[in-house]
Protein backbone atom coordinates (compact mmCIF):
# COMPACT_ATOMS: atom_id res chain seq x y z
CA UNK A 1 0.00 0.00 0.00
CA UNK A 2 1.47 3.49 -1.22
CA UNK A 3 1.51 5.51 1.99
CA UNK A 4 -0.83 8.15 1.97
CA UNK A 5 -2.85 10.54 4.51
CA UNK A 6 -4.24 8.68 7.60
CA UNK A 7 -6.99 10.65 10.01
CA UNK A 8 -7.17 9.71 13.44
CA UNK A 9 -10.41 11.19 15.56
CA UNK A 10 -9.89 11.89 19.39
CA UNK A 11 -6.32 11.85 18.89
CA UNK A 12 -5.22 15.00 21.69
CA UNK A 13 -4.72 12.84 24.24
CA UNK A 14 -3.89 9.55 25.28
CA UNK A 15 -4.37 6.40 22.75
CA UNK A 16 -5.07 8.67 19.74
CA UNK A 17 -1.67 10.80 20.66
CA UNK A 18 -0.02 7.70 20.76
CA UNK A 19 -1.51 6.77 17.55
CA UNK A 20 -0.83 9.35 15.40
CA UNK A 21 2.68 9.51 16.48
CA UNK A 22 3.25 6.52 15.41
CA UNK A 23 1.45 6.68 12.11
CA UNK A 24 4.17 9.44 11.70
CA UNK A 25 6.84 7.65 12.57
CA UNK A 26 5.71 4.73 10.16
CA UNK A 27 5.60 7.72 7.09
CA UNK A 28 2.37 8.56 6.57
CA UNK A 29 0.71 12.28 6.49
CA UNK A 30 -1.43 12.66 9.67
CA UNK A 31 -4.69 14.17 10.17
CA UNK A 32 -5.80 14.96 13.72
CA UNK A 33 -9.15 15.30 15.26
CA UNK A 34 -10.93 16.06 18.35
CA UNK A 35 -13.44 18.64 19.89
CA UNK A 36 -13.08 22.44 20.14
CA UNK A 37 -12.23 22.38 23.76
CA UNK A 38 -8.76 20.74 23.19
CA UNK A 39 -7.64 22.94 20.00
CA UNK A 40 -4.54 23.79 21.65
CA UNK A 41 -3.39 20.33 22.19
CA UNK A 42 -4.32 19.57 18.40
CA UNK A 43 -2.16 22.34 17.34
CA UNK A 44 0.57 21.11 19.11
CA UNK A 45 0.28 17.48 18.11
CA UNK A 46 0.26 18.39 14.65
CA UNK A 47 3.93 20.33 15.24
CA UNK A 48 5.10 17.20 17.13
CA UNK A 49 4.07 14.74 13.72
CA UNK A 50 5.86 17.15 11.63
CA UNK A 51 9.07 17.15 14.05
CA UNK A 52 8.68 13.31 13.49
CA UNK A 53 8.76 12.86 10.08
CA UNK A 54 9.11 15.98 8.14
CA UNK A 55 5.80 15.89 6.21
CA UNK A 56 2.60 18.07 6.55
CA UNK A 57 0.01 17.93 8.99
CA UNK A 58 -3.37 18.79 9.57
CA UNK A 59 -5.81 19.04 12.48
CA UNK A 60 -9.32 19.22 12.28
CA UNK A 61 -11.78 20.32 15.17
CA UNK A 62 -14.79 18.52 15.08
CA UNK A 63 -17.55 16.14 16.91
CA UNK A 64 -17.87 12.82 15.58
CA UNK A 65 -21.26 12.30 16.41
CA UNK A 66 -22.20 15.46 13.87
CA UNK A 67 -22.63 13.65 10.43
CA UNK A 68 -22.12 17.22 8.48
CA UNK A 69 -18.83 17.35 10.20
CA UNK A 70 -17.38 14.27 9.80
CA UNK A 71 -18.23 14.35 6.00
CA UNK A 72 -16.53 17.82 5.92
CA UNK A 73 -13.19 16.60 8.28
CA UNK A 74 -13.20 13.76 5.25
CA UNK A 75 -13.00 16.11 2.88
CA UNK A 76 -10.72 18.66 4.26
CA UNK A 77 -7.95 16.22 5.32
CA UNK A 78 -8.39 14.81 1.54
CA UNK A 79 -7.70 18.34 -0.16
CA UNK A 80 -5.33 19.29 2.30
CA UNK A 81 -3.03 15.90 2.99
CA UNK A 82 -3.77 13.95 -0.62
CA UNK A 83 -5.33 10.73 -0.94
CA UNK A 84 -6.91 9.35 2.51
CA UNK A 85 -5.30 5.77 2.97
CA UNK A 86 -5.92 5.02 6.74
CA UNK A 87 -9.05 5.98 9.17
CA UNK A 88 -8.60 5.65 12.94
CA UNK A 89 -11.91 6.28 14.23
CA UNK A 90 -10.28 6.40 17.50
CA UNK A 91 -12.61 8.91 19.37
CA UNK A 92 -14.64 7.50 22.43
CA UNK A 93 -15.92 8.60 26.09
CA UNK A 94 -16.09 6.09 29.34
CA UNK A 95 -17.92 6.34 32.47
CA UNK A 96 -17.48 4.00 35.00
CA UNK A 97 -19.86 2.85 38.36
CA UNK A 98 -23.04 3.42 37.42
CA UNK A 99 -25.95 0.88 37.17
CA UNK A 100 -28.08 0.06 34.37
CA UNK A 101 -31.20 1.43 36.41
CA UNK A 102 -29.29 4.60 37.24
CA UNK A 103 -28.57 6.21 33.78
CA UNK A 104 -30.42 8.73 31.60
CA UNK A 105 -31.61 8.26 28.53
CA UNK A 106 -29.77 11.38 27.93
CA UNK A 107 -26.55 9.64 29.46
CA UNK A 108 -27.09 6.76 27.48
CA UNK A 109 -27.20 8.26 24.17
CA UNK A 110 -24.69 10.45 24.97
CA UNK A 111 -22.32 8.05 25.27
CA UNK A 112 -23.37 5.89 22.14
CA UNK A 113 -23.45 9.18 20.52
CA UNK A 114 -19.94 9.39 20.64
CA UNK A 115 -19.10 5.37 21.03
CA UNK A 116 -21.19 3.46 18.04
CA UNK A 117 -22.45 7.08 16.37
CA UNK A 118 -19.01 8.48 15.73
CA UNK A 119 -17.36 5.36 14.49
CA UNK A 120 -20.10 4.43 12.37
CA UNK A 121 -20.14 7.98 10.72
CA UNK A 122 -16.39 8.18 10.18
CA UNK A 123 -16.40 4.45 8.80
CA UNK A 124 -19.09 5.64 6.23
CA UNK A 125 -17.19 8.91 4.86
CA UNK A 126 -13.92 7.10 4.78
CA UNK A 127 -15.18 4.48 3.17
CA UNK A 128 -16.76 6.83 0.50
CA UNK A 129 -13.52 8.36 -0.39
CA UNK A 130 -11.67 5.85 -0.22
CA UNK A 131 -14.15 4.05 -2.32
CA UNK A 132 -13.85 6.97 -4.78
CA UNK A 133 -10.07 7.11 -4.81
CA UNK A 134 -10.08 3.39 -6.01
CA UNK A 135 -7.04 2.48 -4.58
CA UNK A 136 -8.07 0.17 -1.20
CA UNK A 137 -7.50 1.87 2.33
CA UNK A 138 -7.65 0.82 5.84
CA UNK A 139 -10.46 1.42 8.21
CA UNK A 140 -9.94 1.10 12.08
CA UNK A 141 -12.20 1.57 14.92
CA UNK A 142 -11.72 1.33 18.87
CA UNK A 143 -13.42 -1.52 20.80
CA UNK A 144 -12.05 -2.60 24.25
CA UNK A 145 -12.01 -5.03 26.78
CA UNK A 146 -15.32 -3.65 28.02
CA UNK A 147 -16.22 -4.45 23.89
CA UNK A 148 -15.94 -8.21 24.58
CA UNK A 149 -16.57 -8.69 28.55
CA UNK A 150 -19.23 -7.10 30.37
CA UNK A 151 -18.34 -5.35 33.67
CA UNK A 152 -19.83 -4.22 36.56
CA UNK A 153 -21.31 -1.05 36.58
CA UNK A 154 -20.43 -0.16 33.05
CA UNK A 155 -23.25 -1.74 30.98
CA UNK A 156 -23.28 1.94 28.65
CA UNK A 157 -19.72 1.18 27.87
CA UNK A 158 -20.33 -2.63 27.32
CA UNK A 159 -22.70 -1.87 25.08
CA UNK A 160 -21.65 0.90 23.30
CA UNK A 161 -18.37 -1.10 22.66
CA UNK A 162 -19.68 -4.50 21.64
CA UNK A 163 -21.53 -2.42 18.52
CA UNK A 164 -18.58 -1.35 17.55
CA UNK A 165 -17.34 -4.99 17.24
CA UNK A 166 -20.31 -6.09 14.87
CA UNK A 167 -20.41 -2.82 13.13
CA UNK A 168 -16.47 -3.33 12.14
CA UNK A 169 -17.63 -7.06 10.93
CA UNK A 170 -20.22 -6.05 8.89
CA UNK A 171 -18.66 -3.07 7.03
CA UNK A 172 -15.27 -5.64 6.35
CA UNK A 173 -18.04 -7.97 4.36
CA UNK A 174 -18.98 -4.80 2.45
CA UNK A 175 -15.77 -3.31 1.58
CA UNK A 176 -13.72 -6.52 1.49
CA UNK A 177 -14.59 -6.18 -2.79
CA UNK A 178 -12.85 -2.86 -2.92
CA UNK A 179 -9.89 -3.37 -1.23
CA UNK A 180 -10.31 -1.99 2.16
CA UNK A 181 -10.01 -3.65 5.09
CA UNK A 182 -11.71 -2.99 8.70
CA UNK A 183 -10.38 -3.76 12.08
CA UNK A 184 -11.12 -3.07 15.36
CA UNK A 185 -8.37 -2.92 18.25
CA UNK A 186 -9.87 -3.60 21.64
CA UNK A 187 -7.65 -2.03 24.73
CA UNK A 188 -7.32 -3.79 27.70
CA UNK A 189 -6.56 -0.99 30.47
CA UNK A 190 -4.15 1.60 29.65
CA UNK A 191 -2.74 3.89 31.44
CA UNK A 192 -4.13 7.04 30.18
CA UNK A 193 -6.31 10.09 32.37
CA UNK A 194 -9.30 8.12 31.93
CA UNK A 195 -7.99 5.16 33.73
CA UNK A 196 -5.57 7.76 36.17
CA UNK A 197 -8.06 6.81 39.23
CA UNK A 198 -6.89 3.03 38.82
CA UNK A 199 -3.14 3.47 38.40
CA UNK A 200 -2.21 2.44 41.86
CA UNK A 201 -4.88 -0.50 42.40
CA UNK A 202 -5.30 -2.20 38.15
CA UNK A 203 -6.64 -5.08 40.46
CA UNK A 204 -9.97 -2.97 41.75
CA UNK A 205 -10.90 -2.08 37.46
CA UNK A 206 -10.04 -5.91 36.34
CA UNK A 207 -12.35 -6.97 39.45
CA UNK A 208 -15.37 -5.15 38.17
CA UNK A 209 -15.33 -7.36 34.99
CA UNK A 210 -14.57 -10.79 37.20
CA UNK A 211 -10.87 -10.84 35.86
CA UNK A 212 -8.23 -12.19 38.34
CA UNK A 213 -5.25 -10.20 38.12
CA UNK A 214 -2.15 -12.71 36.99
CA UNK A 215 1.03 -11.92 38.62
CA UNK A 216 2.49 -10.76 35.48
CA UNK A 217 -0.09 -8.17 34.82
CA UNK A 218 0.76 -4.57 34.22
CA UNK A 219 -1.23 -1.77 32.89
CA UNK A 220 -0.63 -0.91 28.86
CA UNK A 221 0.98 2.39 27.74
CA UNK A 222 -0.62 4.22 24.74
CA UNK A 223 2.27 3.35 22.37
CA UNK A 224 1.66 -0.49 22.86
CA UNK A 225 -1.66 -0.25 21.41
CA UNK A 226 -0.67 2.21 18.47
CA UNK A 227 2.12 -0.85 18.02
CA UNK A 228 -0.98 -2.84 16.90
CA UNK A 229 -2.36 -0.23 15.14
CA UNK A 230 0.42 0.63 12.81
CA UNK A 231 0.51 -3.06 11.77
CA UNK A 232 -3.22 -2.93 10.96
CA UNK A 233 -2.61 0.00 9.09
CA UNK A 234 0.47 -1.40 7.05
CA UNK A 235 0.26 -3.58 3.92
CA UNK A 236 1.53 -6.62 5.54
CA UNK A 237 -1.78 -6.48 7.58
CA UNK A 238 -4.05 -7.09 3.83
CA UNK A 239 -4.95 -10.51 5.28
CA UNK A 240 -6.73 -9.49 8.44
CA UNK A 241 -10.44 -8.38 8.17
CA UNK A 242 -13.18 -7.85 10.15
CA UNK A 243 -11.30 -8.36 13.09
CA UNK A 244 -11.29 -7.28 16.85
CA UNK A 245 -7.89 -7.69 18.46
CA UNK A 246 -6.99 -7.33 22.32
CA UNK A 247 -3.80 -6.21 23.36
CA UNK A 248 -4.62 -6.50 27.32
CA UNK A 249 -1.42 -7.84 28.72
CA UNK A 250 -3.02 -11.36 29.21
CA UNK A 251 -6.03 -9.99 31.63
CA UNK A 252 -9.00 -11.73 29.43
CA UNK A 253 -8.11 -14.48 26.57
CA UNK A 254 -10.12 -15.26 23.34
Not at 160 to 180: C, H, N
Not at 224 to 251: K, W
Request: charged share 20%; aromatic share 8%; hydrophobic share 40%.
Amino acid sequence: MVLGAALVTGAAQGIGRAIALRLAKDGFKVAVNDVASKSDQLERLAQDIKKVNGKSSHFVVADVSKETEVEEMVNAVSKTLGELRVMVANAGIITRSKTTIDYSADEWDEIFAVNTRGVFLSYKYAARQMIAQGNGGRILGPSSLAGRKAGLEASADCASKFAVRGLTQSTALELGKFGITVNAYAPGFTKTALNEPFWDDPGSLLRKYGLVMPSYFKLGEPEYIASLVSYLASEEAHYLTGQTISPNGGALFD
